[in-house]
């Protein structure tokens, strides 16, 4: 009697799961522009202090010791964490609104966001653990990938959405 009854509230969960992540890429997908911009955290955490030079090149110039003070450590980590896919919303909405992205572009793009969430987690991880050196190049690692980011969309929105380039550029 129990295992049908468990079958059943399992399959109703499962439905309603779906039912509500359908909804959310739905409403993904819907988003426009500020309501995307909106979402982005504010660059109030120091990424200016280690990028080389912000959103056009690729390049820290902060070793992995002083990564951590240099970006207010947790609070910058966190906010790539939260910025990574929201960047890659951005790169999609470039898509549809660009003409001739290239898939490998937009697969980086993702590939890179994804890098950057693991290495935050695990940094925080770290941090809360006592591990300083292991957070410390955590948080140098995910610093690197979020600047490769950075400049793979600026270039996408460049060569793709120069319509929308200015607008990117005052977003962030």
Same mark, same amino acid.
């Given at each position: %009697?129990?295992?049908?009854?468990?079958?059943?509230?399992?399959?109703?969960?499962?439905?309603?799961?779906?039912?509500?992540?359908?909804?959310?890429?739905?409403?993904? #997908?819907?988003?426009?522009?500020?309501?995307?911009?909106?979402?982005?955290?504010?660059?109030?955490?120091?990424?200016?202090?280690?990028?080389?030079?912000?959103?056009?090149?690729?390049?820290? #110039?902060?070793?992995?010791?002083?990564?951590?003070?240099?970006?207010?450590?947790?609070?910058?980590?966190?906010? %790539?964490?939260?910025?990574?896919?929201?960047?890659?919303?951005?790169?999609?909405?470039?898509?549809?609104?660009?003409?001739?992205?290239?898939?490998?572009?937009?697969?980086?793009?993702?590939?890179?966001?994804?890098?950057? #969430?693991?290495?935050? %987690?695990?940094?925080?991880?770290?941090?809360?653990?006592? &591990?300083?050196?292991?957070?410390?190049?955590?948080?140098? #690692?995910?610093?690197?990938?979020? &600047?490769?980011?950075?400049?793979?969309?600026?270039?996408?929105?460049?060569?793709? &959405?120069?319509?929308?380039?200015?607008?990117?550029?005052?977003? %962030?």
């Amino acid at each position: %009697m129990i295992l049908p009854l468990f079958q059943v509230l399992i399959t109703v969960i499962m439905l309603c799961y779906a039912g509500y992540w359908r909804k959310r890429q739905v409403n993904r #997908r819907n988003a426009n522009w500020n309501e995307i911009v909106a979402r982005l955290s504010p660059n109030d955490w120091g990424f200016e202090d280690v990028a080389e030079r912000y959103l056009y090149g690729e390049g820290i #110039r902060a070793t992995p010791q002083d990564i951590w003070n240099r970006i207010h450590g947790a609070k910058g980590l966190w906010a %790539m964490y939260r910025n990574a896919p929201i960047l890659v919303q951005l790169a999609d909405y470039a898509t549809e609104h660009g003409e001739g992205v290239s898939e490998e572009l937009l697969e980086g793009i993702r590939t890179d966001a994804f890098q950057i #969430r693991l290495c935050v %987690m695990i940094a925080l991880a770290q941090h809360v653990l006592r &591990s300083s050196i292991g957070a410390n190049v955590n948080a140098h #690692r995910a610093t690197t990938t979020y &600047s490769v980011l950075l400049a793979r969309i600026t270039g996408l929105f460049q060569e793709h &959405s120069a319509l929308l380039f200015p607008d990117f550029l005052q977003a %962030m």
